[in-house]
């Protein structure tokens, strides 16, 4: 892994949890202190539960504040984050574990997947630069630079998570086309701050200007503000201390009586919208900001990288273990047509019809070679689809939701009647134990609990139909029929040979 960011982090960690080994290097001396991208989406949440670091990462954060204009220095307005969005307020329920957006610094959010990662052994190498890479066929040589020594390393696979300025895609030579805004500047700090309430996030124009403006937003759990204003167009970027915030928060707010005490961590960024010709070249994946810049509207690039590295993950684990190979080709032709989605803007449809959606929840690999949808009219799931979580009672009494259920397996049968049922018994049956396969047959539940799944997956009570649920969460079969036949010619696809029911 080369770069120890949201992506590489998340890369290494689902490949460790997995019992490969990994290494995980970094050219920056020590971890980043910057809050950056600061919105975590739901889907995001969703797979750090499957990571087991949900909890501290709600622990570490909040929801979004709420969104407060000022005019003539006075508050003039003030909504929710999701209003100001123009796409209402989530609602809870029992498919969407986490309907919010979870407001976290990036620093912590780092701080929390390298915990998780020295748990199973795996510590960042801070200082080490990457400095060649040569694919073999077989294998992959890199040339690692650190104190000024230089080390030979042999690997199976390299996953590139080294931001926009890619050594590793630069090496490959694949084009990043696209457009980098040397207009659109800005200035982001995370400050402590004397007269700023931390209710909301506050946010200044000027009514002469409205390119003159200054957002000051909380970040939950510190005592600090992340600090953002535009720089004019074809001024020099100015000198990154306090005084420069100072100044530009006096000039923009009309004067208001707030003091800036300290600035913890600053810098100057361009707006970047750009694509990766190439996911993978061989051997090497790239993964985050190294495949993709999108626009910053929406929060959508921290998330769209940890779910990059949340489909890459499996896929390598299943090759490493026998899978195909093939397998991993289906990496590029999942991911990179949604982030080219995001480069169209939130509110503009794809070649599908397809519009970006903010939580990621929507987000799919309907028609793409792992999503066989074999029924002649689908429900609300299907193939491709993120799997919804659920309620369940399980025959010993406990009550799982269904993403509990699913953690730890490789591949899980959700089995809609006693047909669909027997024949993920009568697979698995004839298999090794090389993966984990878990059969869950709905109908044995309690009613209610029944009525709940099936609502949420769209089956009609008595109706027989059989999901497969990949180990990322998305629905990888969906059939009505021939349930052991088109199970047993999916699977294959999706694992190493044989498999272990639980």
Known sequence: MVGAGPAGLVAALDLARRRVDVRLIEQSASPSTGSRAKGIQPRTLEVFEALGVVEEVSRSGGPFPRWRTYRAGRPAREKSIYDMLGIGQPVAGPAVPYPETWMIPQWRTEEILRDALRHLGVRVEYGS?????TDEGTEVTATIRRDGEQERLRSSYVVAADGAASTVRRILGVAFDGVTRDDERYLTADVRATGLDRSCWHNWSRPDDAAARVSVCPLPETDTFQFVAP???????????????????????????VTFDEVCWITVHRANERLADRYRVGR????????HAVPAAGGQGLNTAVQDSYNLGWKLAAVLAGAPEDLLDSYEEERRPLAARLMRGLGTADDRGEVP??????NNYRGRRLSAETRRDPGGVQAGDRAPDAPLSLPDGSRPRLFEFLRGADVTVLAFGDEAAEGGHAVAGRHG????LRILDVRTESPATVDAVQEIYDVASGQEVLFLVRPDGHVGLAAEDHFAERLAEHLPRLTAGGLART
Request: net charge negative; charged share 15%.
């Open 129 to 133: 630069a990457l400095v060649a890479l």
């Open 231 to 257: 720089l004019p167009p074809g001024q020099e970027t100015p000198a990154l201390v306090l005084a420069t915030v100072q100044r530009l928060f006096d000039e923009r707010s009309g004067g208001a009586p």
């Open 284 to 291: 090497v994946f790239l993964v985050g900001d190294a495949a």
């Open 357 to 362: 959606d903010i939580f990621q929840l929507r």
């Open 433 to 436: 134990s090389s993966a984990v």
